[in-house]
């Protein structure tokens, strides 16, 4: 491989959320644990974006900052079209700080206090804090799970959007923390429903380049070109370890929701971050390449050690995303009692209950950490559970 993934980094003492932010997470936790919640990489960026970095950061003036240069944009539209095959323009690109403030704003211009949204569930936490803060009401569709996959249950769905009350679906495609990766065909019948009762989508796609060799994931905007009635979320941050850098790109059809945005929210991105996400864009390709082999080993080792070591415990390969959502309902039915466990012996885990709800019996742990990393935590579980 080009790129190194498996030296290990110190991050303690570097103002780390996911290190340094621990103890508000897990109080808890030991001395010396393996922090695996927060959703970012151990793995240093690509070391294009870093050179981009240092070059805008030796031209030494930091003053506001807006994208005034076509190059920006047009990496975006060139690696959407070529790792997603969807086609956008630059002008249906609005930027924002990130996915989550990016859906409050989304919600204010499509929708009013008290609306019902709807989210499938288990759900990212902060669907719902978003939908709470703009006063709107979460309205729970929850996924069906059977042998160790995550369907959409369409019924339930329909159900859901006939109320008219409900306004909104936001979708995660690719799901977190399940790691499903939607079919053409399942969009395609989340849009029916939602076409048919007049909702308006949503969808987070912040997830959209981590997945595993022969999956492919589809922009569900790019199934329909011609609806207006959609906002799609994306950014670099997860697929480049750019979380850091607060800057996501929202692709919004109608021009009249994006003119109604800018007027409101109109966001100036740190000029560092602006250089590093056009470098990823432009010159990260390679490195993503071998991240997504890098973290496909990872995760065919813990399935191959669960099932050799662990059977019990129910882990199969997640279609996208660096998270695992591991099935421990086998271990005991006081859940809290095993996530407890995990963390108790340093392993610094989320439980099920974190992800709004439908989450019982489920942990997600952040695999996208150095093999070394991977060994010391499998062998740790083992030596718990076992």
């Known amino acids: 491989m080009l790129y190194d993934f498996d030296t290990v ?3 303690w003492h570097t103002d780390s959320e996911k290190y340094d932010g621990l103890k508000k997470f897990a109080p808890k936790a030991p001395d010396n644990s393996i922090p695996l919640w927060i959703a970012d990489m151990d793995f240093k960026t690509a070391p294009e974006i870093i050179a981009a970095m240092h070059r805008r950061v030796e031209e030494g003036i930091f003053g506001y900052t807006d994208i005034y240069d076509a190059s920006y944009y047009k990496a975006v539209c060139r690696w959407m079209e070529k790792r997603h095959r969807w086609r956008i323009t630059p ?3 609005v930027v924002d700080s990130g996915v989550v403030p990016a859906l409050s704003h989304a ?6 206090p008290g609306d019902g949204v709807i989210i499938h569930t288990p759900a990212y936490k902060p669907f719902f804090n978003s939908i709470r803060n703009t006063g709107m009401i979460p309205v729970y569709s929850r996924l069906c799970y059977s042998h160790g996959r995550f369907t959409i249950d369409f019924e339930d769905l329909e159900q859901k959007a006939e109320d008219e009350n409900n306004k909104v679906l936001i979708l995660c495609s690719p799901h977190n923390p399940t790691g499903r990766v939607w079919s053409q065909d399942e969009l395609r019948h989340i849009v029916d429903i939602c076409q048919k009762h007049g909702l308006f989508i949503i969808c987070d796609e912040i997830h959209n380049d981590i997945l595993r060799p022969g999956i492919c994931h589809t922009p569900i905007a790019s199934l329909y070109p011609d609806t207006k009635r959609l906002i799609t979320c994306t950014a670099p941050s997860k697929t480049f370890n750019l979380a850091g850098n ?3 790109n929202i692709i919004i059809p109608d021009p009249d929701i994006r003119e109604r945005w ?4 109109h966001y100036l991105p740190n000029p560092i971050s602006v250089a ?11 490195w993503l390449d071998e991240l997504n082999q890098y973290l496909t080993e990872t995760f065919r080792h813990m399935e191959t050690f669960f099932k050799a070591n662990l059977p019990v415990i129910d882990f199969q390969t997640p279609e996208a995303t660096y998270l695992a959502w591991i099935n421990i309902d086998s271990l005991g039915s006081n859940h809290s009692e095993i996530e407890n466990r995990f963390i108790e012996n340093g392993l610094i885990i989320e439980g099920g209950n974190q992800f709004v709800e439908n989450g019982a019996g489920f942990i997600r742990l952040n695999a996208a950490v150095p093999h070394s990393t991977i060994d010391t935590l499998l062998n740790k579980i083992n ?3 076992n």
């Open 9 to 11: 980094i110190n991050r």
């Open 91 to 93: 002008d249906e690109i």
């Open 107 to 112: 919600l204010s211009l499509i929708a009013r």
């Open 246 to 248: 607060h800057l996501a």
């Open 262 to 265: 800018n007027s409101l929210y």
């Open 276 to 286: 590093a996400a056009t470098a990823a864009y432009e010159e990260g390709e390679p």
């Open 383 to 385: 030596h718990i559970f």
